[in-house]
């Protein structure tokens, strides 16, 4: 069910599944997606109370006006809509980008949550390494793309050549109808961002840290799920992760990339189910 609340200036919409579970998962996004994104594997998860938001600026969140959407305020605005919906010490689980944001939350604020879940973590710079060069494209585009007039920046963030492009890249699954179920998805949600400025902003956030800068400061129980050959959070990066977290089991699921929501939603709420119930 579709519920909305005002936070930091922002229209918040989020979604409640399987209401009247006694554990509660909330779970994070991640860059450019929305609640939509995770559908999968909450489908797979109805022994679970699961709240996920469209993050500010996303799908159907306005965006803040009060913080910038930045990891801090991304972070501010998950903490403050637990404690709005008086949610006591949750699970909390975030994909890709939203992994940095519940890794920040939970470096920063660990009374608020119970045990924490990272799927796709970002662990490793893109600004960094044999991605370098990538990185700095993608910086240039989302600059581009704020700095151009609103008609043709638009435009070009929402360009579905570029979003297709990206979904064939990232998908590695050989299953001809879940790949074009994968693009689809990516060309229906993918673009329902709310304003330039807050993408650019959210982006700059996306490569300004990683889940690895608050993994020593981590306390919760922690699990990790990876992909074996996820291009964009590397395996490399998951191990270095693991070790830095105090209390974390990495799960590696084989065969899948960075889109471990889309490919392997089962294997992902297997292991989630083992380390929750």
Partial sequence: ??????????????????????????????????HHGLQAI????PEFRIIIPDLPGFGESTPMTEYQHDIAGYSASIIQFMRALQLDQPVLLGHSFGSIIAAHIAAYEPQSISKLILINAIATSPLKGPRKLLGKLTSSYYWLGRRLPEGAGHALLASPIITFSTSVIMAKTKDKQLRKAIHKSHLTHFSTFQSRDSLHEAFQASISSTALDYASLITAPTLLIAGEI????????QYVLEKRIANARLV??????????????????????????
């Avoid at 996820?230 to 990066?237: C, E, W």
């Fill in 230 to 237: 996820d291009d964009i959070a590397p395996l490399k990066g």
């Fill in 252 to 277: 590696t699921l084989p065969k899948v990339g960075h889109l471990i929501h889309h490919e392997t939603p089962q294997q992902a709420a297997q292991a989630i189910k083992q380390f929750l119930l």
């Fill in 42 to 45: 909450i489908d797979e998860l």
């Fill in 1 to 34: 069910m579709q519920y909305h609340i005002k936070l930091f200036g922002s229209d918040v919409a989020y979604w409640i599944f399987n209401e009247h579970q006694p554990t509660t998962i909330v779970m994070v996004h991640g860059f450019r997606g929305t």
